[in-house]
């Protein structure tokens, strides 16, 4: 309608328990650009995870967060979207103001380095590997995706229907600097959503038009009730939010650093066969047996990738000796997940994952992605679990509350889903052990202690580990990666007869 919308804040009552906020800002079309990737450099950096970031600072010093996200979305022809979305916990909520100061102070150390190159070329790696190694894609899919580039054809040719989220052509640091400078509090749409926003207001009726000039007060929509305000930001919220300076003086945000997890070797170690042939009945070869574990290689170039995996279930003594443990090592692990997310972070930006979790035989730790650096991740992640493993204090008891809302959850299973569960836990005669429900006030009374406690049982009652290397990586690679597992975890037998009752 011609109306500027930015400086307002649209705050909702939502159905769930969850917080959200949402930036907006929203900038002429740049999709006839999409060979400069402007706005991905920006909102790459301000959606960074690892060290010194604006995730960092909110999720793991503060705990005011338990997710973020950034991006651009080019699907209008008469203008382009930035959006950086928030998951706010309950402390989060009671420090909005403050949680969007760190975002525009994030913005301003990424507007007063002048744009650079490497990062740039960086970013353009990645797109260049998710290109060259993407999985084959069926034909409707397809058909599908060219389809609708056809409806942008007349911002990005038919050659670069399907490249165009991968091409990088042109570094513009000209473009990058003026973008940013768009990102501030007068342009800023700012979402909030919550329950107990709209609490012992009065409803102002059905919103109709609402008017962005002033205070709309609490309405509700038409069609399904939900309750909004729409109303300017305060002069008080934009002075906080435009003295970024003071902000950036009382935290620790930097930008990332070189992405160490980038691959530098492609090469395939084995040389792919003439043709696909089925896999069924090759085995991998068994390289060790031992009291304390096996390790299984396979050798695989079938799909033409220089990528690994490796995947070890580690059965330890002190996990399953009783249920507190087997919960301890539980809310261990998810304290390990919870800081893989930071610290792993460039790995997964690179075409990495890694995963640790506790399962039915022990705790099951997997890496996977291209072998060049796979060894590097999988030292991270086993490191993540070991003892005297750094965990920030600040995020114990948000983990520890999303353990207890998943245990919870069990309540709304389906039917199917519980019966395989309970069917797992009969066959390895350990029922007590994993009711889940029941171990609601198992977890609820833990401490940090307790879950620092569990690292150091890894290792005290000896363990037990089944390791398989697989993809391109040699031999040698393979006996590394179970090394790495057993200098960190232990390299202890269980004692006689423990593995077949584990």
């Given at each position: 309608r011609g109306v500027a919308v930015g400086g307002r804040v649209i705050e909702f009552e939502t159905v769930g328990d969850s917080s959200t906020l949402r930036m907006c800002w929203y900038l002429p079309p740049l999709a006839h650009e999409y060979g400069k990737k402007s706005l991905t450099y920006l909102t790459a950096m301000l959606g960074d995870e690892g060290p010194g970031s604006l995730v960092e600072q909110l999720r793991t010093e503060r705990g005011w967060i338990d997710a973020l996200s950034a991006g651009a979305s080019h699907t209008a022809s008469t203008f382009c979207e930035v959006e950086i979305s928030l998951a706010l916990t309950a402390e989060g909520m009671a420090h909005l103001d403050e949680v969007v100061a760190l975002v525009f102070a994030a913005i301003a150390l990424v507007r007063e380095r002048p744009a650079e190159k490497w990062r740039w070329d960086e970013d353009a790696q990645i797109a260049q590997l998710e290109w060259r190694f993407a999985e084959a894609i069926d034909g409707l899919s397809l058909a599908v995706a060219l389809s609708a580039s056809l409806l942008e054809i007349d911002q990005i040719p038919l050659c670069d229907a399907l490249r165009a989220p991968f091409a990088y052509r042109e570094f513009d640091g000209a473009q990058i600097a003026h973008l940013s400078s768009q990102l501030v509090p007068e342009t800023l749409l700012l979402y909030v959503g919550g329950q107990g926003l709209a609490k012992d207001a009065a409803d102002g009726g059905v919103v109709d038009v609402v008017g962005y000039a002033t205070d709309s007060g609490w309405v509700h929509e038409e069609f399904y009730g939900?309750?909004?305000?729409?109303?300017?930001?305060?002069?008080?919220?934009?002075?906080?939010?435009?003295?970024?300076?003071?902000?950036?003086?009382?935290?620790?945000?930097?930008?990332?650093?070189?992405?160490?997890?980038?691959?530098?070797?492609?090469?395939?170690?084995?040389?792919?066969?003439?043709?696909?042939?089925p896999s069924d009945g090759v085995a991998p070869t068994l390289l060790l047996d031992s009291p304390t574990g096996r390790l299984w290689h396979y050798p695989d170039s079938q799909f033409g990738q220089p990528r690994a995996a490796i995947r070890c279930t580690v059965t330890a003594a002190g996990v399953l000796e009783d249920a507190r443990a087997l919960w301890s090592t539980q809310l261990l692990i998810s304290m390990a997940t919870d800081a893989l997310k930071a610290r792993a972070y460039p790995a997964a930006v690179a075409g990495l994952s890694a995963s640790v979790s506790v399962g039915i035989e022990g705790i099951d730790l997997s890496v996977s992605g291209y072998s060049d650096k796979l060894m590097r991740l999988l030292d991270l992640a086993v490191a993540s679990i070991a003892p005297g493993a750094d965990f920030p204090a600040s995020r114990f008891e948000p983990v520890k509350t999303a353990v207890v809302r998943d245990l919870h959850a069990d309540k709304f299973a389906g039917s199917m889903t519980t019966a395989l569960t309970q069917l797992k836990v009969l066959v390895r005669s350990r029922p007590g052990f994993y009711e889940r429900l029941a171990a609601v006030p198992i977890v609820e009374a833990l401490t940090l202690e307790d879950m620092r406690a569990a690292a150091v049982n890894l290792k005290s009652?000896?363990?037990?580990?089944?390791?398989?290397?697989?993809?391109?990586?040699?031999?040698?690679?393979?006996?590394q990666a179970l090394a790495a597992v057993r200098a960190t975890l232990g390299d202890t037998p269980l004692a006689d007869g423990a593995l077949e009752q584990l």
């Amino acid at each position: 309608r011609g109306v500027a919308v930015g400086g307002r804040v649209i705050e909702f009552e939502t159905v769930g328990d969850s917080s959200t906020l949402r930036m907006c800002w929203y900038l002429p079309p740049l999709a006839h650009e999409y060979g400069k990737k402007s706005l991905t450099y920006l909102t790459a950096m301000l959606g960074d995870e690892g060290p010194g970031s604006l995730v960092e600072q909110l999720r793991t010093e503060r705990g005011w967060i338990d997710a973020l996200s950034a991006g651009a979305s080019h699907t209008a022809s008469t203008f382009c979207e930035v959006e950086i979305s928030l998951a706010l916990t309950a402390e989060g909520m009671a420090h909005l103001d403050e949680v969007v100061a760190l975002v525009f102070a994030a913005i301003a150390l990424v507007r007063e380095r002048p744009a650079e190159k490497w990062r740039w070329d960086e970013d353009a790696q990645i797109a260049q590997l998710e290109w060259r190694f993407a999985e084959a894609i069926d034909g409707l899919s397809l058909a599908v995706a060219l389809s609708a580039s056809l409806l942008e054809i007349d911002q990005i040719p038919l050659c670069d229907a399907l490249r165009a989220p991968f091409a990088y052509r042109e570094f513009d640091g000209a473009q990058i600097a003026h973008l940013s400078s768009q990102l501030v509090p007068e342009t800023l749409l700012l979402y909030v959503g919550g329950q107990g926003l709209a609490k012992d207001a009065a409803d102002g009726g059905v919103v109709d038009v609402v008017g962005y000039a002033t205070d709309s007060g609490w309405v509700h929509e038409e069609f399904y009730g939900a309750r909004l305000r729409v109303r300017p930001l305060s002069d008080a919220q934009l002075a906080l939010w435009t003295n970024t300076a003071l902000v950036l003086g009382a935290s620790t945000l930097s930008l990332p650093l070189p992405n160490q997890y980038l691959p530098a070797d492609l090469r395939l170690l084995f040389s792919p066969p003439a043709k696909h042939t089925p896999s069924d009945g090759v085995a991998p070869t068994l390289l060790l047996d031992s009291p304390t574990g096996r390790l299984w290689h396979y050798p695989d170039s079938q799909f033409g990738q220089p990528r690994a995996a490796i995947r070890c279930t580690v059965t330890a003594a002190g996990v399953l000796e009783d249920a507190r443990a087997l919960w301890s090592t539980q809310l261990l692990i998810s304290m390990a997940t919870d800081a893989l997310k930071a610290r792993a972070y460039p790995a997964a930006v690179a075409g990495l994952s890694a995963s640790v979790s506790v399962g039915i035989e022990g705790i099951d730790l997997s890496v996977s992605g291209y072998s060049d650096k796979l060894m590097r991740l999988l030292d991270l992640a086993v490191a993540s679990i070991a003892p005297g493993a750094d965990f920030p204090a600040s995020r114990f008891e948000p983990v520890k509350t999303a353990v207890v809302r998943d245990l919870h959850a069990d309540k709304f299973a389906g039917s199917m889903t519980t019966a395989l569960t309970q069917l797992k836990v009969l066959v390895r005669s350990r029922p007590g052990f994993y009711e889940r429900l029941a171990a609601v006030p198992i977890v609820e009374a833990l401490t940090l202690e307790d879950m620092r406690a569990a690292a150091v049982n890894l290792k005290s009652g000896g363990s037990y580990t089944e390791c398989l290397v697989a993809g391109n990586v040699r031999e040698a690679d393979a006996r590394q990666a179970l090394a790495a597992v057993r200098a960190t975890l232990g390299d202890t037998p269980l004692a006689d007869g423990a593995l077949e009752q584990l």
